[in-house]
């Protein structure tokens, strides 16, 4: 019995941090917005020959 009653303190604990660290996520505004341009990113040559179709068995 007693631990049943642990376990729903700790959950409702929990529950509680969650709802609040949640909440502060959405207040503030330090999310990060990264953007790739895929035009311009490079593939070394070298990657090249190591790369293998998906449609190529092994």
């Known amino acids: 019995m007693a631990c049943s009653a642990v ?5 409702t604990i929990s529950a509680i941090i969650s709802t ?4 502060i996520a959405f207040s503030t505004d330090n999310w990060v917005y990264t953007e790739v ?4 990113i490079q593939v070394r040559p070298f990657l090249l020959s ?9």
């Open 20 to 23: 609040v660290l949640l909440a």
């Open 37 to 40: 341009k895929r035009s311009n």
């Open 7 to 11: 376990t729903l303190s700790l959950a």
């Open 50 to 58: 190591t790369l293998v179709p998906l449609d190529r068995p092994q």
